[in-house]
């Protein structure tokens, strides 16, 4: 009786751990086709504020947010 319940629970608890390691790798491999923030973004968000990005600032915008991804 209570072996089964700890078997039952020791596959839950790997269930999990495996699940969460599946989503993750997922979750990575999407990011980095499909990234959330491109150039063509990033200078239609500081157009809005009312500045005109050069394409220097949005480069280093760009490998600031992909320095933060990592």
Known sequence: MLQ???LI???LVIGLV???LVARKLMKKYMTENPPI???MI???M???GRK???K???QMMREINRLNK
Do not use: A
Request: hydrophobic share 40%.
């Open 9 to 11: 629970l020791l596959g």
């Open 38 to 40: 491109n150039e063509k």
């Open 47 to 49: 157009s809005g504020m």
């Open 4 to 6: 089964d319940i700890l």
């Open 43 to 45: 200078e239609t968000l």
């Open 53 to 55: 990005p050069s394409q």
């Open 18 to 20: 495996i699940g969460f």
């Open 57 to 59: 600032q949005i480069n």
